[in-house]
C-alpha cells in the first residue's frame, strides 16, 4: 500500500486564489512528520512547511498552511493568494520516527499546480 | 556558497563510462541522502549518510557507489550504468535527527546512452 497518496495529478489556480492540494497517509507509527516540498522545472525541492504528528496547531508558513486532519490521515497543503511563481510541481512526504526506516522521507507522487494569469 | 551544491548539472554518459556526482553541504548538517527521481515516479532514496557513516542502502546496485568524505561532501560514483539509471539525482542533507526537514541541491540530470 502506498504510504503517502496525491490524487491530484495536475492542478489549475487562477492568479491571486487559494488552492488545496491533497495529501493522504498511511502509518501505523504514532509518531512522525509531514512535509510539503515544491520543485520547480529547474528540478530544485524546496521545503514549505512542516507538521508534526504531535503538534496541536496547524502549521503556517507565509502564504502555506497544512491542513492536518490527524483522524482522517489527511495533510492537505494550502496556498494562499496564488503567484505565477508558485506554478511548479508540489509533494508532500512523511517521515517515521522509528524503526529501520526512519531516516526515509516518504514521498508521493506529486501534484503539478499550474497558476493561471 | 551557501545551501546544497550538486555538480554536475547536467551529464551524458556511455554505458561503458565512469563518473561522479559531487553534492556540497554549507548548512553544518550531519545527514547526507542520495535519492533518484525518475519520470512519472516518486523519489526514492537510495543512500543515506549519519555522521559520515552509512546508516540505509535502499538494495541499490552496485553500479551505485556512494562515499562520504566528511559531513560536507557527498560523492556518487557510477560505473557500467544502464539506459534506465537516466534520471534526477538529487542530494538532500538535514541534522541528523528523525524529523528535521531536508534541504536538497538541485539535481542532476543524468542521461545514459
Known amino acids: 500500500a502506498q504510504k503517502i497518496t496525491q490524487t491530484q495529478p495536475g492542478m489549475f489556480v487562477q492568479e491571486k486564489e487559494a488552492v488545496t492540494l491533497d495529501c493522504t497517509y498511511d502509518?501505523?507509527?504514532?509518531?512522525?512528520?509531514l512535509f510539503w516540498y515544491k520543485q520547480p522545472s529547474s528540478g530544485e525541492m524546496i521545503f514549505l512547511i512542516y507538521q508534526g504528528s504531535y503538534d496541536q496547531q496547524n502549521a503556517t508558513e507565509g502564504r502555506y498552511s497544512l491542513n492536518f486532519q490527524k483522524a482522517r490521515k489527511s495533510a492537505n497543503l494550502v496556498i494562499s493568494a496564488s503567484q505565477l511563481g508558485d506554478s511548479a510541481m508540489y509533494f508532500c512526504a512523511m517521515r517515521e520516527d522509528s524503526g529501520a526506516g526512519s531516516y526515509q522521507l516518504t514521498f508521493g507522487k506529486g501534484t503539478k499546480l499550474s497558476v493561471i494569469p | 556558497e551557501t545551501g546544497v551544491t550538486q555538480t554536475p548539472r547536467h551529464l551524458v554518459m556511455g554505458m561503458t563510462n565512469k563518473k561522479s556526482l559531487k553534492c556540497e553541504q554549507h548548512?553544518?548538517?550531519?545527514?547526507m541522502y542520495w535519492y533518484k527521481q525518475s519520470a512519472k515516479k516518486p523519489l526514492e532514496l537510495m543512500f543515506v549518510y549519519s555522521l559520515e557513516e552509512r546508516v540505509e542502502n535502499n538494495s541499490v546496485p552496485s553500479r551505485f557507489s556512494p562515499e562520504c568524505p566528511n559531513s560536507s561532501h557527498l560523492f556518487l560514483h557510477l560505473h557500467t550504468l544502464q539506459p534506465e539509471d537516466s534520471a534526477l539525482y538529487l542530494c538532500?542533507?538535514?541534522?541528523?535527527?528523525?524529523?528535521?526537514?531536508?534541504?536538497f541541491g538541485p539535481g542532476t540530470r543524468l542521461t545514459v546512452t
Open positions: 538532500a542533507s538535514s541534522q541528523d535527527g528523525q524529523l528535521y526537514e531536508q534541504y
Open positions: 548548512l553544518g548538517h550531519n545527514a
Open positions: 502509518t501505523s507509527d504514532p509518531s512522525y512528520g
